[in-house]
Structures are given as structure tokens and as C-alpha cells.
């Protein structure tokens, strides 16, 4: 089945952009390299065909593809529009995305609190942290999906960061290196690599003789 669409962003450095679907308002991801048309280059409004494929993640691409008119000028009111839109749903996604972190963040203080209380801290750790990692990887994604769609509203660095430091180190790191995400920004790595330390020296803290001594005082319904 044979799709169209209107190119709304196009790196022509890089060759690669985006293109919304006229049929299912989706925002697709399209590369110079499946274009049928060797010799011409897309430009921002440019009217595209193509095909509807799935890359290596199982994301669906615009692949291969054709130019079918090149009227950027006067698609310019069309292509305003269909940003704005899609700005206006990338910021509600962050909000979104922000919102459920949130109460992620009220879900581990209270299970945190609970545990010293009860004295079950040491066995409700590893489970706080595979879900904490789960969540921060999640979360990588999210802001990476963002960055990709060049929303104006992103998660902000000490989210990523508090999200590690609580115990979710572990997937933010497999997340830099699968997603290709704040790996390369040398401040962050640097605060990444803090609050791994500091994360493992609290551990450690909490399982020598003093942690435990200080877990046992705070268990007071143990």
C-alpha cells in the first residue's frame, strides 16, 4: 500500500528526516539511502510516496520513498501547522512522562520508608532497584525519543541523574550504550559516574557492621 506525506524536518548533512503520514498523522523516520530517486534530494515540504516498512527496533519507517512535488514555498502554512501539533503533543508526552515519575519517585520514598521502619530495607532493595532501573531506562528513551523529534521540552539532566542516584544506575547505564543516549556529554558522564560511587558507598555503608547497627535502631516495628 502505497502512503504520502509531507516532510517536515530534513538534515540533509546527515541524510535523514521526518515525514507525516497524510493517512495515520504518524511521524515517520526516512533515510536518503531507500530514496528511488538517486538524483533528487527532499527539502522541508516536500510531498513524499512511500512504502511502509519496520526498522531493526520494529519502528515503523517510510521505506522506500519518492518525491512527488517539491512545493516547500507554498506548504509553508501546512508545515507550521503539522510542528505545532506535533510540539504540542511532545510537550503533553514529557508532561506525561514527568508526571509518572513523579509518583515513582512517592513509590520508592514510601517502600524506602516502610522498609527501615519494618526492618526489611536489605530485602526490599534489589527489588527497588530492578524496578528503579526498568523505570530510568524508560526513561532514557523517552528524552531520546524527544531529542529525535527535536521537541522543545526535554527531561531535564538531574532528573536522569536522581533517577540514578536512587538505584537506577544500572539501566541508565545500558541505556547510554543501547540507546546511543548522554554517553558522549563529558559533564554528565563525570556526574554519572558520582553518583555511582556515591550509590555504591551508600550500599556498602548499609551492610557493614555501623549500617546494620543504624537498621536495627530505625526498625522500630520489626
Not at 80 to 98: C, P, V
Not at 136 to 153: C, F, N, Q, V
Request: charged share 20%.
Amino acid at each position: 500500500m502505497q502512503l504520502s506525506g509531507t516532510v517536515v524536518y530534513w538534515h540533509d548533512d546527515k541524510g535523514y528526516g521526518f515525514v507525516v503520514c497524510d493517512q495515520t498523522t504518524e511521524k515517520l523516520f526516512f533515510h536518503i539511502r531507500d530514496n528511488t530517486q538517486r538524483n533528487l534530494r527532499p527539502q522541508n515540504g516536500d510531498r513524499l510516496q512511500f512504502s511502509l516498512q519496520q526498522d531493526h527496533k520494529g519502528r515503523n519507517i517510510a521505506a522506500p520513498w519518492q518525491l512527488i512535488s517539491a512545493n516547500a514555498k507554498t506548504n509553508t502554512n501546512q508545515i507550521a501547522a503539522t510542528r505545532s501539533k506535533l510540539k504540542l503533543a511532545g510537550e503533553r508526552d514529557i508532561a506525561h512522562t514527568n508526571y509518572i515519575a513523579l509518583i515513582f519517585r512517592i513509590i520508592v520514598l514510601v517502600a524506602v520508608i516502610l522498609g527501615l521502619l519494618f526492618g526489611k530495607l536489605l530485602y526490599v532493595l534489589p527489588l527497588l532497584y530492578i524496578e528503579a532501573s526498568l523505570f530510568t531506562y524508560w526513561l532514557y528513551k523517552a528524552d531520546k525519543d524527544a531529542a529525535i523529534a527535536r521537541h522543545g521540552s526535554r527531561l531535564t539532566e538531574e532528573s536522569l541523574q536522581l533517577f540514578s542516584l536512587i538505584g537506577g544506575w544500572p539501566g541508565a547505564y545500558i541505556a547510554q550504550q543501547k540507546l546511543a543516549h548522554k554517553r558522549s556529554k563529558r559533564s554528565f558522564r563525570r556526574e554519572f559516574a558520582l553518583v555511582i560511587l556515591g550509590n555504591s558507598l551508600l550500599i556498602i555503608c548499609l551492610l557493614s557492621p555501623w549500617g546494620q547497627q543504624f537498621l536495627a535502631r530505625m526498625a522500630i516495628w520489626a
